[in-house]
Each structure stands twice: as C-alpha cells, then as structure tokens.
C-alpha cells in the first residue's frame, strides 16, 4: 500500500524488426548497416515524425515506437511497408531490407523514456506473427481504425501468444491495398515485384456474388450467403479465409481473378451468382485457381425460397462442403512446383497425394514413401499439423493392411502422431478426426467417438469428420446414427473417393450387423467402386457372399483382398484386427467369412 505508484498510460505501440537480418548480416555485415542506416534516415524516421510517432528505442534491427492516436500508428506503418516496397523494386532480392510490424493499443507502465508491459509485450508479438512486408494488429485496433484507414484487413482469427495469457483475435493488413487504393499503376508493379509467397495454408478469398435479379432487396440475402460462406470456410482450419471486409472491396466491379489472387494473396477464388425468378432461386458457384484462372469445380442449386435461412444454410454447407475437398486435390496438383519458400507445406502436400495413391492402387512402398516424406516436413517444422495428419493417417492403414512386419508398431507411431497434433492444436477437425480413428483401433471407441463428434461441433460442414464418426458409431453398434452420419457425409461430399469410400463403408457394415445382407451388398458394391483397396468393405462383402452361399464370387473377392493386403482375413480371425467393438458383431462377421471359405486362413 505504501509503495511507490506506478505510472501508466494508454498508447499505439507499433514493433518492427527487419525480416532476415541475421542472414543478411550474414552474407555481408557492414553494406547492410550502411543499407538499414540509408533507409531509416531517408525514409522511416520522417514517416514516423510525419504520423507524430516516438522510438521508444532500438535494438539493431529492433524498432519500439509510441503514437499517440492508434490511427496515426497504421497510417504510419502502411506508408512505409508500401514505401519499402517501391523502392525495393529496384534492390536485388538478396539485399532487400524488408520490415515485420506488429500494431497494438494497450495500457503501459511509464519507466522515463522507456514503456514495459502486456501492451508492448502484445505489439512485439503481433510483429513476429506478420510476414516480411506486412503488418499484423490486434482486435482493439483494428476496431478503433475500422473505416479510418483506406486499406482492408483480414480477420486470422483468434491465436495464441508465447507469454500471454488469453488467446488474441489478430487481423492483418491485406497486402498491396496501399497500391489498389491509390490507382498508382507505378506502385502496383512496384509492389507486385516485391510479392510474397503464399500463405503455407492454402488460401482462398470468396467474392461477392452478383445479383441477377435486379431486384434490389435480394442484395441482403445475396451477402448473407457469402458471408455465411466465409464463416463456414473460416472454421476448416486448415484454410487460410480472406476476410469478408476485404473480398467485399471488390463488390459490384468487372475483377480479374489472376489479380485479386495477386491483390490478396490467395491461389483461390469462389465466386458464383444468384438469380430469382418469383419464388425460386437460382444460385449458381465456381471455383477458380487464382494463379492459371482454371476452373477447379462449378456447381448449381435450384431452391424454393419457403425459408430464406433454411435456403442460405442447406446451400453454405453443400458450397463449403465440395470447395474443401476441391481446393485439397488442388493443392496435390500443385505440390509437384516445389520451391523452397515453401517447402513444408509443398512436401505435405506431396505426402498426402502420395498417401492417396497408395490407397488407391494398394501399393505399400507408396505408402512407406508418404511416411518419409511427411517426416522430412516435419524435421522441416517440428509443429506442422498438417505433416503430422499425413503421417498418423499413413501408419494407421500400414496397421489395418498390416503393411508392416511389426503392424502394432504402426499404430503406436499412428498413436504419437495424433498425440502430437493434440498438442499442436486439439480443437483443429482434422486433429480429432485423426484421434478418433485411431481410438476405434485401439479399442477405445467411447473415446474415439467423442473427439469426432467434437470434430464435428467444430466444423459442422466436415464431411471427413461425418464419415470418421459414421464409420466409428457402425463399430460399435450404433446402427442408425451411423446410417444418418454417413448418409449426410455423402450428401455433402459425393465425390471424394475418400470421404464417398468410407461413407459407404460405415454404410455397409451398419447394414451387416442388423442383418440387412442385400442392403450390406449394396453399400460394399459402391464402397469397393470408390476405393478397391480397401480391406474392411472388401471382407463385409465376403462375408456377405457367405451368408448368400456364393462360394465362387466370394473366392474371387478373396483372392483381390490377398492381392493387397494378404495377411488381412488372418489377422481378423487372430484377433489382431478387429472391425466391430461388440463381441457378438465380431463373431456374426466372422461367421460370414467361415461360411465364404472352406478354410478360415
């Protein structure tokens, strides 16, 4: 009570560091400090005593600087990132100085020159989460400049912080808005020299749809839907969203998609378009890579407007539901254009095709060079989720085809692999969707079947997660709510092998265990059509053909079976393999393959 009071203030904090410095230092020492020097003097400094900015101090390449109006402190710091950038045009790229700036508004604790606390702590943190040439605030400010500033923010959700307590929501200033704003054709190709590489996330900006109605009042329920878009888009984790304040700046113009793609730094664009005719609607939506100006996928959805929410909902979710799976082919598409900007990402990529191409033609040595690969992603980046999927996904087929000579070994690593992305990120779907496979294996089905339903809280459009929990719920004997999650999963994803293969397979041996043997075929027919690898769907139809008596054709599936994974049938009768949780199921399959089979192995 008696000691000394400590002063405080509120304050626009921006921190700046130079992107690289140590390996420009590096490569030659005192020709940059000479650069460093040139540019605060003749360019930095004045912008900040132009925006009324203090530097608080410096460290090397450090900068901590005070404002007193938070819109000051932005202006400030696009002027000078878009400065930069022009005059980098002409530097070669090894010798670029090029800034990270983190902006926040925060209470700081007064030490003379000097200011400490969460606030600044807050600002240097932001500043390590910007790219090179970008500019990262906090929510707080982003409030206070919202329509103050000319340029687009997009919205990356909420992160966490080393050293702060609560999870932040952090935006970022749309790189290139600075040029877009100002129609200066000579700062566009300036800034459009200096770009940056894409987001390591696969990135995508939805558009405003145009309406075709010419009726005014549909332009409310035209943007509900795209933001509902953006919103549903924003909870896959693994996509990097533009932001709706910033896909909105293009509203009502003639774009070019290779240039917004440029103008936000996204390799994908939805765009589409909505026409209504008395009490329908026609809603139209396609899906453009940014880069070539590809169309990757078009869809239409013809509804009766009854219910303009219903209407919105059931089109969002099956919209979401088909680019996701999209923009993921895509991306495997791209990961052959390897460079080492983005190396982590593009060697994941390269992991899961290669995981999907094992599982398509049954081919182990594919599937031991997916795990290799996703390995050298992850000494890349030790805290790559995505990396980590490939790999858990990868040794837990090794342990259901028993691809290994030690299979329960590949569902340990399976095992470490999910607990890793627990520790990365536990509420990311595809985490839990990892997880919760890999429980159902290890026998803990109450569990397993938990995270997927959380997976699906998450993100209620994942149709991965429907068919996980689908599959996960026909094991375990709850026959009906996996009729309705695999049933929903396909709806919402017809066309993935993956997401379709697996559907049906829950699909089939939810059939099986009620004893609906014709509905059993029919779903393992269509499974084995999506994936004919795979060894579960292949063994239900087997024991499907027993029960029918159809000796011959059940020697034929027997024979495809052991052609990719001839240790399968086996294990199942050793118990090693188990594809139901309750003893009774197990032992109404195994019968079925005793009676398909003169000999059970």
């Known amino acids: 009570m008696g000691g000394e009071r400590v002063e405080r203030r509120l304050a626009a904090i921006l921190a700046a560091d130079v992107a690289g ?36 101090k410096t460290t090397g390449d450090g900068l901590l600087i005070e404002f007193p109006s938070v819109v000051e402190a932005v202006a400030c710091a696009v002027a000078v990132q878009r400065d930069i950038a022009e005059q980098n045009a002409s530097v070669p790229a090894a010798e670029r100085l090029v800034f990270r700036v983190g902006i926040n508004l925060g209470d700081v604790i007064i030490d003379g020159e000097d200011i ?53 929501r952090i935006y970022r200033v749309v790189r290139n808005s600075a040029a877009r704003a100002t129609g200066d054709v000579a700062t566009k190709a300036a800034v459009h020299n200096n770009e940056l590489p894409l987001p390591n996330k696969p990135s995508i900006a939805v558009l405003p749809f145009q309406n075709m109605s010419g009726d005014p009042e549909q332009e409310y329920f035209v943007d509900g839907m795209v933001e509902e878009i953006i919103t549903a888009l924003s909870r896959i984790r693994w996509l990097f969203v533009i932001a709706r304040d910033s896909s909105f700046t293009y509203k009502g113009q003639s774009i070019d998609v290779k240039q917004v793609g440029r103008e936000l730094g996204v ?50 979710r099956s919209i979401v539901a088909a680019v996701a799976p999209e923009v993921e082919l895509a991306e495997i598409a791209h990961a052959g254009r390897f460079t080492a900007n983005n190396a982590v990402a593009q060697l994941t990529w ?58 329960e070994k590949a569902l340990n690593a399976a095992w470490s692999a999910a607990e890793r992305m627990l520790e990365i990120d536990a ?13 159902v294996r290890r026998g803990e089905q109450e569990r397993a079947i938990a995270d997927l339903r959380r997976a699906i809280e998450i993100n209620p459009n994942s149709a991965n997660a429907l068919c996980l929990l689908a599959f996960a719920e026909a094991a375990v004997g709850l026959r009906q709510e996996a009729k309705e999650h695999g049933s929903l999963a396909l709806r919402l994803s017809p066309r993935d092998f993956w997401i379709t293969g697996n559907a049906q397979l829950a699909l089939a041996m939810a059939s099986y265990s009620a004893r609906e043997y014709a509905e ?45 994974a001839p240790d399968f049938i086996r294990s199942l009768f050793r118990g090693e393999n188990q594809v139901f949780a309750r003893t009774d199921d197990m032992e109404h399959l195994l019968t079925g393959l005793k009676l398909a089979m003169s000999e059970p192995g």
């Not at 329908?280 to 407007?305: K, S």
């Not at 095709?353 to 094992?358: I, M, P, R, T």
């Not at 040794?395 to 028993?402: E, G, Q």
């Open 21 to 56: 410095y140590s390996r420009l230092m590096g490569q030659d020492e005192a020709g940059t400090l000479q650069r460093l020097k040139a540019l605060r003097g003749e360019l930095v400094d004045p912008k900040i005593a132009e925006h009324k900015g203090r530097i608080v």
């Open 520 to 564: 059993a075929v029919r779903w393992a027919e269509l499974a084995m059509q999506s994936a004919p690898t795979g060894p579960i769907r292949r063994a239900v139809m087997i024991a499907c053909l027993g029960r029918s008596g159809d000796q011959k054709r059940a020697a034929q599936e027997r024979a495809v079976l052991d052609s990719f």
């Open 427 to 439: 509420l990311d779907d595809r985490t839990l969707g990892l997880s919760g496979f890999v429980r």
């Open 267 to 316: 390799r994908y664009v939805l765009e589409g378009s909505v026409r209504k005719s008395g009490e329908r609607v026609r809603i139209t939506a396609q899906l453009i890579d940014a880069e070539t100006g590809a169309h990757l996928w078009a869809e239409r959805y013809d509804q009766t407007l009854e219910d303009v929410f219903a209407v919105q909902e059931e089109v969002t």
């Open 116 to 168: 400490h606390g969460d606030g600044v702590n807050i600002a240097a943190r932001l500043e390590g989460l910007a790219e090179p040439g970008g500019i990262c605030v906090s929510a707080v400010v982003y409030d206070q400049v919202r329509g103050r500033v000319d340029c687009p923010f997009e919205d990356l959700g909420e992160q966490t912080l080393k050293n702060i307590s609560r999870p932040l």
């Open 350 to 407: 390269r992991a899961q095709g290669l995981f999907y191409e094992a599982l398509q033609k049954g081919q182990p040595p594919l599937m031991t060079e997916a795990i290799g690969t996703a390995q050298r992603a992850i000494a890349i980046d030790a805290g790559w989720l995505a990396a980590y999927s490939v790999l858990g996904w990868a040794y837990s087929m090794c342990h259901l085809f028993r691809w290994r000579p030690e299979p």
